[in-house]
């Protein structure tokens, strides 16, 4: 059978599931591809590590441009991560116009723009399959499967990490940091979460998902983004009681010629699809104008999961070069319009509010009347008899409402001398 | 821009779909393709009828041959369905050298290989993404996005006929003739059910996700179809008492060398995504040996969504043309091995029984004996105080069991005096 040289850069979890993969499913990959995807070259900064694999030492090295240079690497597999090296690795590649696979999400939302111009300037494939959801195809999906619709909407659990955390903290009624520190001893948290549990590794999905269905590339300063590190298992408590799971959200919509991309803890109805999404597992609900709702559910991290991903895009590259036909599928296909963000002030959605008040006659009513000023409409109130010292925490559930309008009126109420602690504000997806 | 020639064969609901579609997205379909599909020519029986959608008559025609045949259409697209009068129009194209788009699962399902080998022979395309799960690309992911995966089963609602009918059932307590006659009323059944409640229609999607999954067609005699026409609300009642739900599933495996294809009423327990499929929707959850569990879900009919899935097709064939490279994806690519398939006789798996006993000392371990004569064992014994004449239902959930030692229990269990009713037997997955 003909081969196809692959080049890889970075041999860590990734890495090593695709030589894995590779290794161990050639034969189905060889029949169902026609062409036999070979490793030529591997480079890493540590080649000493037992991977639990097995290499010809010979195609290990250091120098990763020796990788993407060698003429018998025909494909370039960029998984060191991060926008540091691996930019500079990427963008040689392309500009010598070899294709590219990479799982890098940083990668392409801080650098999009500058990366997918220069694949298209070289007429060199990128595919990212891997960089959102793991080993769901949720990325051939979007850019392929949905093809025919406008895309209304997308809503993602696209962290493992927060999802697992969140998980914890519901089922356990942990706080924060125990279920953080038992999401590291379980393996699903790096030893510094910030980047999972910021939001931020959650954004640069979004960013790509937004680029893909709105075709224009989305900078990270586009994205609204808060994390869960502040979120209380209070709230995870009183959210329940209202009907709904709180999940680490990526929201994706499309309106009034605007798009909308945020990141933030949602309280999601128990009877939505999305608030079943337990512990590590990944999801994505897409609503498009023909298909209506399609949900994709699995692994969205991990060696194997992962690694299937990556094999796949690899296959979609060769069949690309075998047939003469590179960029068969655009990066990001440009819908022809510059694409206009909607700014968070401007974002309509239902809010939780967690106000703490004093248990006398009358505040309520004070508190109703801001919220009506600012044209906010309260749909439903819970008040609990747990009391903190002399206030309680009283629980609104709004209709929709301005972002803006909203903030103004918390400001306002978190100034009323009767205010205990400050509002705590969560967003509702519907 | 460029346009590429469709011509359609068949005015029905997709049909209809597909026009609309093609006309209010082609600005988002042409800026994503890079160029625009057009229809040219437009085949059915029927000219006259309002199909609330603006076509020029020019365009129309009874004669399908013609469209086929016709220079300006590059791709034929086949609504017709069934596999009379589509049969032969397919084959016709094909054998033109000219790609087919379908949605026509009897005709994939009955005559594939034939289809698929007049496909091969002739360098064209055939794409059938529509033709499993409606707006759900489960297709796409599954020849494509799982190529690196042994795929160890899939798991399927594949007919939203049945799930509507299942769902009804159960959770309004009616028999399934109520059932039916709601789902006719709700839109969700034709006048003519058979196809849907025997399990036919959702063979047919079985045993073309298991010639993709493994690389052979399978013929429909590979597949042990059961429906849902004889099931009892009893049962639907007594497994949700014992934490299950019944679903039509599509069973496909592979394991020591044989696949199995099968389609029967089914306990799926409650914590099972599956379980949680409800209506009219359909899911499918796919287990490959580096990707994992992953779930697709959408709705599995209906003009839009078929017609979604029928458009992205297209713009793969399209694709597939522009770049001079049909067949690029094989329709189902061998995996080098003739399939055996597993005969219902060797299957093993669980077993919900219900059995129609007197309520007297002796009779349950009469039973039990009989059970374990054929190796097979108790899990769990329910009898309810509800009484039928002089018998009273005792269900019982056995371990795995071999299914023809289960029919050889069933048989001496049935035979034995004591034994009322015959005893229901249904499959559990688990």
Do not use: W
């Not at 120098?63 to 540091?84: C, M, R, T, Y």
């Not at 869960?228 to 799971?245: E, F, H, N, Q, T």
């Amino acid at each position: 059978m003909k081969e196809i040289g692959v080049g890889l850069l970075g041999f860590g979890t990734v890495g090593t599931g695709v030589v894995q993969g590779l290794a161990g499913n050639s034969e189905i990959i060889g029949h169902r591809l026609g062409v036999m995807p070979v490793l030529r070259k591997i480079a890493d900064v540590d080649l000493e590590k037992d991977r639990g694999v097995q290499v010809d030492p010979a195609i290990l090295t250091r120098d990763a441009e020796a990788v993407i240079k060698d003429k018998n690497v025909q494909i370039v597999v960029e998984l060191i991560g991060g926008s540091g090296a691996a930019k500079n690795l990427v963008c040689l590649a392309l500009s010598l116009g070899k294709p590219v696979v990479t799982a890098n999400k940083a990668l392409l939302a801080e650098h999009g723009a500058e990366i997918f111009g220069l694949a298209r300037k070289n007429n060199a494939d990128i595919y990212f399959g891997a960089s959102v959801g793991g080993g769901i195809p949720i990325i051939r999906a979007l850019r392929e499967g949905m093809l025919a619709n406008n895309v209304q909407s997308i809503h993602g659990i696209l962290n493992g990490t927060c999802n697992y955390i969140l998980t914890r903290m519901e089922k356990e009624q942990l706080p924060f940091d125990a279920a953080l520190k038992a999401a590291q001893a379980a393996g699903f948290a790096e030893a510094d979460p910030s980047l999972d549990i910021d939001g931020i590794d959650t954004a640069h999905k979004a960013v790509i998902l937004a680029s893909l269905a709105y075709g224009s590339v989305f900078p990270m300063a586009a994205a609204h983004v808060e994390g869960i590190r502040k979120l209380s298992d209070l709230d995870i408590r009183y959210a329940l009681d209202l009907g709904y799971r709180i999940k680490l959200l990526a929201v994706i919509k499309h309106s009034d010629g605007k798009a909308e991309v945020r990141v933030h803890p949602t309280l999601v109805a128990k009877g939505n699809v999305l608030a079943s999404i337990d512990r590590e597992f990944n999801a994505v609900l897409l609503r498009g104008d023909l298909a209506g709702d399609t949900l994709y559910y699995g692994r969205g991290a991990g060696r194997e999961p992962t690694a299937s991903t990556v094999i796949a895009d690899i296959a979609d590259v060769a069949r690309n070069m075998i047939a003469g036909s590179p960029c068969r599928v655009p990066a990001i296909a440009g819908n022809g319009k510059p694409q206009e963000v909607r700014s968070m002030a401007e974002v309509r959605t239902r809010y939780y509010l967690r106000l703490s008040l004093p248990d006398k006659p009358g505040t309520l009513a004070r508190i109703a009347a801001v919220l009506g000023d600012h044209n906010i409409s309260i749909a439903s109130v819970l008040q609990q008899e747990v009391r903190t010292g002399e206030h309680v925490p009283v629980i609104m559930i709004t209709q929709q409402a301005v972002e803006d309008e909203l903030d103004a009126s918390l400001a306002a109420i978190d100034a009323m001398d009767v205010v205990g602690e400050p509002t705590v504000r969560l967003r509702i997806e519907d």
